[in-house]
């Protein structure tokens, strides 16, 4: 495995970053977790668009321009030889002293890893997963907006480990409003009487790849789509429910803090949306050069 830092490929064991960059004393940097399918990198421009903006939102200065990162990326898939796998995409703020201030951070850290995908196992996809609702909100906008893909993953991470706690894979998380938002790791949709339904970003979620994928494919086969505010109450009245994410893909949910989703099995929607992006992930992909 060769990993990308700054300009230079390094071998696993030798891949390494000061232990003054901010990424990791303060959780200061932006990420990006892409797909490679059959050798081809997966909507790579949009991730390459979201590093940006959340670049914008937080004032980090990329060292490359969107081509030189997006070349810098088939690069390395290329020289790690990955035909089906994973790429994080990692932009830190650099180097700096003990303070805070990303003044002080001269340049930025930019980290490709490619590596190999562990999904959740196949019996998943076919069965569904259950899943809870958190008891730790969602940061609002106003403290950190969602949409930045921030390294700082910690309000997750509380709400993953409530998840894992209560023996499930994913936790769903509500605002201060108490409108269902996004899991820790995925976007959520429901199906209800044929309407494909998803929390608009601004309740506080991230505007997933595979979220807009699904909406796209959605349209294509005329299943009428719509990003909304959602509460429990829906969710649990959901004839349909299913999770998205670049790891995840779409995954089937059939039950939600103990209730029963539709039937208790993956639906009839959530199963022709996943044979259609098996479909779509070899398509609006970018060839390894
Ligand atoms: N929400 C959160 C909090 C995530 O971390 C992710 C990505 N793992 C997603 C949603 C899904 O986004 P995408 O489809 O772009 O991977």
């Known amino acids: 495995m060769k990993i990308f830092i700054d300009g230079k490929y390094f071998d696993r064991e030798d891949a390494c970053i000061s232990v003054f960059d901010h990424g990791l004393l303060y959780g200061d940097g932006i990420f990006e977790g892409i797909r490679i399918y059959s050798g081809k990198v997966f909507k790579l421009a949009e991730h390459i668009e979201r590093l940006y903006m959340s670049a914008k939102a937080i004032l980090l200065n990329i060292p490359y321009t969107k081509a030189g990162i997006e070349e810098k990326v088939l690069e390395s898939?290329?020289?790690?030889?990955?035909?089906?796998?994973?790429?994080?995409?990692?932009?830190?703020?650099?180097?700096?002293?003990?303070?805070?201030?990303?003044?002080?951070?001269?340049?930025?850290?930019?980290?490709?890893?490619?590596?190999?995908?562990?999904?959740?196992?196949s019996e998943y996809y076919k069965k569904g997963i259950k899943i809870i609702t958190a008891s730790t909100r969602r940061l609002p906008a106003d403290g950190l907006d969602p949409r930045i893909k921030s390294i700082n993953y910690l309000n997750n991470i509380c709400a993953k480990i409530e998840a894992t706690q209560a023996g499930c894979l994913e936790a769903v998380m509500l605002n201060q409003q108490g409108y269902?938002?996004?899991?820790?790791?995925?976007?959520?949709?429901?199906?209800?009487?044929?309407?494909?339904?998803?929390?608009?970003?601004?309740?506080?979620?991230?505007?997933?790849?595979?979220?807009?994928?699904?909406?796209?494919?959605?349209?294509?086969?005329?299943?009428?789509t719509s990003s909304v505010f959602l509460t429990r109450f829906d969710l649990y009245n959901a004839d349909e429910c299913f999770l998205t994410g670049s790891g995840a893909e779409i995954i089937p949910v059939i039950m939600i803090d103990g209730r029963t989703i539709g039937t208790g099995i993956p639906g009839q929607v959530t199963r022709r949306l996943i044979n259609k992006f098996k479909e779509r992930v070899n398509q609006d992909v970018i060839k390894i050069r």
Do not use: M, W
């Open 77 to 121: 898939v290329r020289i790690n030889k990955v035909k089906n796998g994973y790429i994080r995409l990692v932009v830190t703020r650099g180097k700096g002293d003990l303070g805070i201030d990303p003044a002080k951070c001269d340049r930025a850290t930019v980290i490709i890893i490619v590596a190999d995908i562990s999904l959740y196992p």
């Open 180 to 224: 269902v938002t996004e899991c820790t790791g995925d976007n959520i949709f429901i199906i209800h009487k044929d309407v494909l339904l998803t929390p608009n970003p601004v309740t506080g979620a991230l505007n997933g790849i595979t979220r807009q994928t699904v909406l796209e494919l959605a349209e294509g086969l005329n299943i009428e």
